[in-house]
């Protein structure tokens, strides 16, 4: 399959080499691709690199690695019609560093950053998962407790829900809790602030939760 | 030990009946304590029931069991001579449910209720704890995975969140996490959305998170 994953950080580069590892083809989106391929190239990774809307055009599934509050003007670089139709794996959260440590949301409770992103392109299928772990996690969630934790996923597309479900799978995720619509964004979003002091807490952020029941 | 317990609610008779059964001495505080002796009774009861100013005065050790809309003006009322020196376990969430399910929170993300309970009452030692499981569980832990699910608790006097420790641990709560001052409350009030949203999906409130590394 072909993915355009918008951003270079940790997640975006966790996000690209798993993909390419699991045979599927993966352009890099970045502000600047002449820059972001040396970068790139420094880590020998043979990804491709093009723009936020080559790399639109170029996926048939596309993932928002992008901090939260860049998002948007992202997307919006990506352009719509290269958004249109398509599965987006949301990844990002709306985290405020601006009032310090430890951050705050910039959009919650009432609404959230998965929300503004569908209100924001109605074409697209956003499907927020995988933003309550850290990256190494994100793509090998077996190396902690052979996969014995939970994620959470969100959408209003159960067909793109599927299609990012069996991704997930192929990255060894065993347990992946469906929530429902969009909406349940603000509450995925929400479990920043006590994952943020917990990674303080606990001196790592290779921890996820395990709901017992 | 003398507890006071404000509320009379499914948390506040949990944590009563729990705490006379480990041998302390309880008074629930109500609004009306010559209608809320004759809903005890019914329940076959032995517990003392006192004004919230009663129930305050007679507690070494207080439990705020209210809804969260109705704390502040609680302890208004039990008075602020009552609670002067006392750690006040507070268990309490700001749960708007005034525009509609699942709710939201009428304080969050760069506050919270512990934190305005705190503020409001210098003199109480607010010890945020116990509002992240459902009241069964917050008295008997071990009912579910023998105790293997984790506890938070926050507060700003340690000598406060020490006593508390111990009457949780009474309780058989064997994974606390102390996660620092009375702004962690921010935290782990904010989980409570995906709380309400889990218990819907699971169809019960018999699950706790375990936090998995």
Redesign the interface.
């Known amino acids: 399959m072909k993915f355009g994953v918008f951003g270079t950080g940790m997640v975006g580069l966790a996000i690209s080499n798993r993909l390419e590892e699991l045979g599927h083809e993966v352009m890099i989106g970045t502000r600047d691709p002449s820059k972001s391929a040396e970068k790139l190239k420094s880590k020998k990774k043979a990804v491709k690199v093009g723009t936020f809307a080559q790399a639109a055009a170029f996926g048939e599934v596309l993932v928002n690695a992008t901090h939260g509050a860049a998002s948007i003007e992202v997307l919006k670089m990506a352009g719509e019609t290269n958004l249109d139709g398509k599965a987006l794996v949301d990844i990002a959260n709306p985290l405020d560093f601006s009032?310090g440590m430890?951050p705050?949301?910039f959009v919650?409770?009432?609404d959230s950053l998965g929300e503004q992103i569908q209100r924001a392109f109605p074409g697209l299928k956003v499907v927020k998962t995988l933003n309550t772990v850290t990256a190494p996690l994100m793509v090998n969630p077996r190396q902690?407790?052979e996969g014995?934790?939970q994620l959470?996923m969100c959408g209003n597309d159960v067909v793109a829900k599927e299609t990012v479900c069996g991704i997930l799978k192929s990255f060894g995720w065993l347990n992946i809790?469906d929530?429902?619509d969009i909406s349940?964004a603000?509450?995925?979003e929400?479990?920043l602030?006590?994952w943020?002091?917990?990674y303080g807490?606990?001196g790592?952020a290779?921890?996820?939760?395990?709901?017992?029941?």
Do not use: C, E, Y
């Open positions: 009032k430890p705050s949301l919650s409770n009432t902690l407790a014995d934790h959470f809790i929530l429902g349940n603000r509450a995925t929400a479990i602030p006590l943020v002091r917990l807490k606990l790592t290779m921890f996820n939760f395990k709901i017992m029941q």
